[in-house]
Each structure stands twice: as structure tokens, then as C-alpha cells.
């Protein structure tokens, strides 16, 4: 089954307004040269404050069908009393068509479970929005060797209740968090390897059709040098990019690269 790929760059806690919208010009004027078609689908989630600069970049180019944005993060509620957080539907509302959830740095630094992580799944899912939800181990476990029973039970619970086609529809990142910012990659094998488990976990707890349909990126240290390789195993389907999405050059080489065996 032919799956689109996704080249997401999630910009985490970067960039000034400024900031921001010169990365993303930089970003449209390389995209603007290819169609829908020749392209990979290609997401920048920038910081809240940073989601109108970028989306008003968006709308005034004509390139809302080669260019996506994305929240990095949501609540599950719809609204009240719940200071500092934010709405699937105020992002939708922001023009965003994507949001990630369940990052590690999200689970490290603010406690965030595999519960809360399935409420933010299928609040953006009932908004029409698409989640990109992450996973992933630590060193510790990939070196006590649980890293597939540790992953396959935050992908068993990030999808509970979730339907057939909500589960098509959806995205799912590897991230060893070991290569997150490290500039260690996984190994382009061992993270197929991981994915194709993902794959099949999808296809166990829903049905062959959704594990076949939904897409896995890989995200720990890409690079335009890794990607190629990456992009050219048979389960990984984009890439979740940190660091590198934040340089115009680094960013759209990756776009290319992925271009040249993946769309």
C-alpha cells in the first residue's frame, strides 16, 4: 500500500515571531516550486504565539495544499478553567491541521500519561484534525531489552477506543528518546525494525487495513545526511524533525532528499 509521507518539523520552544516567519518563507519559496504531488506532505509546527505569523505566510502564498501547520501539543477539554493549557478547537481555529501529542519531552517534563495522551487522540480526531502521536524508550529500556513491550503498550493505550478509520487517519512518530537531540540516530535497519512492530500492533488491535494505512515517521537526530536511507526502508514513512527543522537549508534538504525515493 503506497502511503504518503510526512516530513514534520516540530519547532518546540524556538523562534521569536521574527524568527519564525523568516524560517517559513524560506520554507514556502523552496515547496512553491512543486506540486501537491511531487512533495511529501510537509508540516511546521511552530510555538503557539507563532502559529498566526505563520499561517498568515500561508494563506497569502496560495500554498495551504503544500504547507501544514501543526500545534505541538493540546487539552483535551473543549474549554474552562484550565490556565495556560489550549483547545483542539482553538487550533483548529488557528488554521492548524495537525497536532502532536504525547512527545517525550511532554511525558519527561510534565507528567503526561498514556490516558491523557488517548483523550488528546480522540478530542483532535472528532475536530477532523489529524494527531501525530509519539512513542518511543529511554536507553535504560532499549538496554534492559523491552523497548518493543514498552512501545507497543503506550501504542496500545495512545489508541484505545479508537475506531478502524480514526486509526488510518492518524500518524505515529518512533522516537528513541535516546537520539533526541543527542545526535545519536538509530540505526536505519533497527528503526524500520521498531516501526514495522508499531505496524503491526496497529493491525492486532484494529485491523489489517488501518495498520496498512497509517503512517509511521521516524523523529531522533534526522538529518538531510540520514534521511535517504531512512526514507527508503519499507515501513518508515516521514520523519518527525527537531533540531534540523529549525535551519531553512537542513529543513528542505530533507524535503528533497525524501523526494528523491519516497514520493
Not at 19 to 39: H, N, T
Not at 81 to 89: L, M, Q, R
Not at 233 to 238: E, F, L
Amino acid at each position: 500500500m503506497s502511503r504518503k509521507p510526512i516530513i514534520a518539523g516540530n519547532w518546540k520552544m524556538n523562534l521569536l515571531q521574527s524568527e519564525a516567519k523568516e524560517l517559513f518563507s524560506g520554507i514556502k519559496d523552496f515547496v512553491k516550486q512543486y506540486s501537491a504531488e511531487q512533495l511529501p506532505i510537509v508540516v511546521v509546527a511552530p510555538t503557539f504565539t507563532s502559529i498566526a505569523a505563520v499561517e498568515s505566510q500561508r494563506c497569502d502564498c496560495g500554498c495551504r495544499n503544500l504547507l501544514f501547520t501543526a500545534g505541538q501539543n493540546c487539552y483535551f477539554e473543549k474549554n474552562g478553567a484550565y490556565t495556560g493549557e489550549i483547545s483542539v478547537e482553538m487550533l483548529k481555529d488557528a488554521g492548524c491541521e495537525y497536532i502532536i501529542i504525547g512527545h517525550s519531552e511532554r511525558r519527561q517534563y510534565f507528567s503526561e500519561t498514556d490516558e491523557m495522551i488517548n483523550k488528546k487522540a480522540k478530542a483532535i480526531l472528532s475536530n477532523g484534525l489529524i494527531p501525530i502521536i509519539c512513542c518511543g524508550e529511554t536507553l535504560e529500556q532499549r538496554e534492559a531489552g523491552v523497548t518493543d513491550t514498552h512501545i507497543a503498550g503506550q501504542i496500545k493505550a495512545a489508541l484505545e477506543s479508537l475506531t478502524e478509520e480514526e486509526i488510518s487517519k492518524s500518524a505515529i512518530a518512533y522516537e528513541p528518546i535516546w537520539a533526541i537531540g543527542t545526535g545519536k540516530t538509530c540505526d536505519s535497519d533497527e528503526a524500520n525494525r521498531v516501526i514495522a512492530m508499531i505496524r503491526n500492533v496497529v493491525k492486532e488491535i484494529s485491523s489489517t487495513s488501518a495498520g496498512d494505512a497509517v503512517r509511521i515517521l521516524y523523529g531522533g537526530s534526522v538529518n538531510p545526511s540520514t534521511i535517504e536511507e531512512q526514507m527508503s526502508k519499507s515501513d518508515i514513512d516521514g520523519a518527525l524533525v527537531g533540531g534540523a527543522s529549525l535551519k531553512v537549508d537542513s529543513f528542505t534538504s530533507i524535503i528533497a532528499n525524501t523526494m528523491k525515493v519516497a514520493v
